[in-house]
């Protein structure tokens, strides 16, 4: 009997042409992965693994790269992003390592990372459970996992005003405001429904800060308790 894999991602996918244009109009939101590396990075330890699940063209991790010696990898369903971000990492001189994989089924061991990231792409998730599920299986006890993600509450107005302030050409913008008005959008999700996938996962729980144009989720995988203990 044959068994239906989920494809992993919503719609027709980042590959070819479409991976290559989000690459080149995501440079324009180049000082937000600079600023959530920063951030990130004073929560880390000298030699932390880290995990971006769904890099896309790796800014986030080539600029965490930078700032510390971290053993960093990239998970992307997408071949062209991979293909994209590991020429984009060896530009940059930056050590990390780019593959392909699916965010539900994950071909990692488990408690292998220390952190884990995912931004602007769990809606895109087919299967949102599991791949929190794989989040939780391959973070060490006492670790984190945050998803920063576009609001599905988040007002065209709200949208216009990123887009105007980040630089992009009238072509880029024309495109982004189309992208988010009627992909983007519809795959969101609201408060209530990070919490209710939080509920189903292995994580239980969730806190919820809101950001620009959404909100940042961060998932903690509660530290082993031992036998015995009281």
């Known amino acids: 009997m044959s068994v239906k894999i989920e494809k992993g991602f919503k719609g027709i996918g980042m590959e070819g042409r479409v991976a290559h244009w ?15 590396a920063r951030d990130v990075a004073q929560s880390l330890h000298g030699g932390s693994r880290v995990l971006e699940v769904a890099p896309g063209p790796g800014f986030f991790s080539i ?13 992307d369903i997408s071949r062209t992003m991979v293909e994209i971000a590991q020429e ?3 530009k940059a001189g930056a050590a990390v390592d780019f593959q392909w994989g699916n965010a539900s089924a994950m071909p990692f061991e488990g408690e292998s990372f220390d952190f884990v990231y995912c931004s602007a792409a769990f ?3 087919t299967e949102p459970v599991k791949a929190l599920d794989e989040m939780h299986r391959v973070l060490r006890p006492g670790c984190v996992a945050v998803i920063a993600d576009l609001c599905k509450d988040t007002s065209m107005e709200t949208i216009d005003r990123y887009i105007e302030q980040s630089g992009r050409s009238w072509f880029d913008g024309w495109m982004t405001r189309l992208t988010f008005r009627f992909l983007l959008l519809k795959r969101a999700y609201t408060r209530g429904d990070f919490t209710r996938l939080a509920r189903e996962s292995r994580f239980g729980d969730c806190q919820i800060e809101a950001d620009s144009v959404g909100f ?4 903690t995988k509660p530290e082993q308790v031992q036998a015995g203990a009281a």
């Open 22 to 36: 989000y690459a080149r109009t995501r440079v324009k939101d180049m000082e937000q992965f600079r600023q959530a």
């Open 63 to 75: 600029e965490l790269a930078k700032l510390g010696n971290f053993r960093i990898t990239g998970l």
């Open 88 to 90: 984009n990492a060896k």
């Open 123 to 125: 809606k895109n998730f």
């Open 216 to 219: 940042e989720v961060r998932f």
